[in-house]
Nanobody
Framework: QVQLVESGGGLVQAGGSLRLSCAAS????????LGWFRQVPGKEREFVAT????????DYTDSVKGRFTISKDNAKNTGYLQMNSLKPEDTAVYYC????????????????WGQGTQVTVSS
């Protein structure tokens, strides 16, 4: 069983930056693809970014392209989501998810989820 723990959320002004971390318990972290999703109360969960197990493939939702960067450090069993030029519409609870090998934009294809971290962007 893979346990994921997100951290790094908080309150930031528009235009600011945050880096979310996703720490994994699994020693085979290097074989895991990661995804970041976000959810606003009353709305469906939204795909944000994904990275394959090797880091060789990444995908982003259009609204964050050029502003967010997903990465993973296999030596530290940790994934990251660097968020720059934040906008009020980025406000949400952000979730890290993991699955074997291949990246995916579909939340239903992930096997493991973290508890979420709140990101609030003030205008």
């Amino acid at each position: 069983q893979v346990q994921l723990v997100e951290s790094g959320g908080g309150l930031v002004q528009a235009g600011g930056s945050l880096r979310l971390s996703c720490a994994a318990s699994e020693r085979t972290f290097r074989m895991l693809a990661l995804g970041w999703f976000r959810q606003v109360p009353g709305k469906e969960r939204e795909f944000v970014a994904t990275i394959s197990w090797s880091g060789g493939r990444t995908d982003y939702t259009d609204s964050v392209k050029g502003r967010f960067t997903i990465s993973k450090d296999n030596a530290k069993n940790t994934g990251y989501l660097q968020m720059n030029s934040l906008k009020p519409e980025d406000t949400a609870v952000y979730y890290c998810a993991a699955r074997q090998l291949t990246s995916s934009t579909k939340g239903d294809e992930y096997d493991y989820w973290g508890q979420g971290t709140q990101v609030t962007v003030s205008s």
